[in-house]
DNA sequence: ATCTTTGCAAACTTTTTGCACCAAT
DNA sequence: ATTGGTGCAAAAAGTTTGCAAAGAT
């Protein structure tokens, strides 16, 4: 909760203003914690406060994104993820089922590192998911029927 | 051109028909061969076939990658990228210019093992792409004004 | 008082769908 | 003849935007 109130700070002193919205959807951020889209946002924002529309959101979405304090993430079709940029980590999306885990970024180190040393390319941590099958799904192809 | 008509034969096998719209499609892929947009392949038929419709084009791309011929990564924001399946590489994209390079899959061996070793999770090749800066823009960052 | 943010509705973009007609087998 | 595909238009899904009123500084 110190946190939120840096972030706050932060925000004022980039010229932005500290608004109601603003601090509920921080704070449903803070609280949600996981993976959450716009809507999830607006759902928990709104148990307090009816009020505040999903535009807001995603504005406000959009603010904290350009603090660096928020990134989103395309896990597959739809909707986009929000999170904290504190905890980094990566995203492992189970097309069949969607289940979805987080995972450390140390596991992409060397290919971080392949990356820079042969394409001079910088990857960005936390904004792509590795897309494939989930281990319960990989069983159920195994054994079709269950005999 | 001999690959198409294999293509053509599966998707008969499989309970399909043989368009004019599937072939022209097709051709349109073999032909760009790089990621293509929906509405690019709709372009490159409509040169020839101008009565093919968008929608058309979708579903083609939904029967041939329904076939594994084709796939279709999310490569940022808006629209998706189609592509053969047969030449495996992985994409990597600048969010600042959008600038997009094809990469070996043998980059990511080792991750691709790490994550069946560690969460039994199968990775699907060819369906994510890397985000980051790519070198242009790294430079950019480096000299604001080039002095 | 000023300049930012909000709520709303409406636009926009990309993809999907329902349906009557048409075409491939 | 049958089943699957096409074109069209309209809907869906997710996100963005214009605007006047409200709010933060």
Redesign the interface.
Known sequence: MERMEAVLQNLRASGGRITHARRAVLQALVTARTHVTAEDLLNIVQTGSPEIHLSTVYRTLDALENLGVVDHV?L??GRAVYHLTDNAHQH?V??KCSYV?E?PSK??N??EK??MD???????MN?????????RC?KKLEEPKHA
């Open positions: 395309h597959g079709h492992i189970c097309e885990e995972i596991l992409f060397e290919l392949n990356l042969t394409y001079q390319f910088k990857v960005r904004h792509f998911a590795v897309i494939g099958t989930c281990q990989l």
